[in-house]
């Protein structure tokens, strides 16, 4: 299993969390996920995704889907995305 990052600026958190939970994620092959905001900017939004492997994760990371949501959502900021492998 591998777990991926993003973090991202939003232009309004609550706005952006009713396009984020109404997202499709499993169908894209997420198994679990967690948000989370920055203490001093609540807009300042990171995600955990965990999916079966790399290639899975990439692709979801890469998606049209994925990328109307964002917009969608009211993301204003490219997303700093990193894949990590457990230890």
Known sequence: MVRMYARHQVADYDAWRKVYDAFDR????????????????????????????RATAESFASSDELKAAMTEAGVVSAPNVWITDEA
């Open 26 to 53: 499993g169908a894209l092959g997420v198994r679990q996920h967690a948000v989370y905001r920055r203490v001093d900017d609540p807009n300042e939004i990171t995600v955990w995704h965990d999916f079966d492997d």
